[in-house]
């Protein structure tokens, strides 16, 4: 069976599409049971019809549509919309379109505090007005893709692992709901580990964690998190190795930093971490701060501008 497959990019880096087509030569399988119909990101297709002289916003029907990115303004809201209204399944694919990604960052401000920052306080070319015609209004935050339409298949990663976009595609294809990681990075990772309590003191990752010799097999070496760096595979969701299954960033002696977002979709990594932390001996409050474990997954209202004092 072919499915058809519509595509769109939100508020997004495009690295999600590059994992589109780091499938290699899977494509060729891909296109085989696949026929996009629309996908900007790679083809020279428009918002307004595909010769781009339409009035409305007209993107081809679907059996599929893929979203990256989180809806930031007026303009990702209309075309998450009309995909909702095109397409038969809809996938978030990425963490910015899951919970927000790094663009969600910015829910610790407003937007008047973001614009003023940008063109006025911190710029040596500062201006009188923002700039605004012909730009899409912000939204007052930035939203993960369910907060504003009906999603049907979570595909987190920052960006997503070509092996899990390709066997969502081939399940869908084959009329069947893809089966994706639900377990932790820690789950899935190789390193010794000696048990709670191990872990001291929290140290920033300014000097290489230890190991033994630079070709030493990674199921010797000692769990950075017990090594007193904060690695976040505890509170992540597991993927990133493809159907590997073995965490990229520990592969490389790096700790997790919660790319591929909380391990349940309604997690909140921070409160995880803490507890984690807190569960392995560590005061809390001795963290120089704790706002950046939601680096990732920054949207659902987990992260909010500060109060004003009175
Ligand atoms: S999830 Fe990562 S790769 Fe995908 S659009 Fe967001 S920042 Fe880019
Ligand atoms: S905390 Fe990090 S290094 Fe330790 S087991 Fe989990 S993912 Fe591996
Ligand atoms: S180890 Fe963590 S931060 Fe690194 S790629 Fe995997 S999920 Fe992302």
Known sequence: MTVKVASEWLNACSGCEISILDMGERLLQVLEI?????????M????????GDGKHIDIPHADVGIISGGVRNEEHLEVAREMRKKCGVIIALGTCATHGGIPALSNSYTNAEILDRYYTTETTDPVTAYPG???????DSCYALDEKIQVDILLPGCPPH????????AALAAGKSPVLPDKSVCDTCPTVR???GELKDVRRFLEAPAYAAADEPLDKMRCLLEQG?????????AGCGGDALRPRCISARVPCRGCYGPVQPGGNQRLDMLNALASNGIDVRSLPESVSFLRFSGAHHMLRPKRKEA
């Open 133 to 139: 015609q012909g730009i899409p209004p912000l939204l």
């Open 162 to 169: 070509p092996d899990h976009i390709f066997s969502a595609l």
């Open 34 to 42: 696949a026929d996009f119909v629309h996908i900007p990101a790679l």
């Open 229 to 237: 760096m904060v690695c976040m595979g505890p509170v992540t969701r």
């Open 194 to 196: 000696m048990g709670k």
């Open 44 to 51: 020279d297709h428009k918002y307004f019809g595909q010769t």
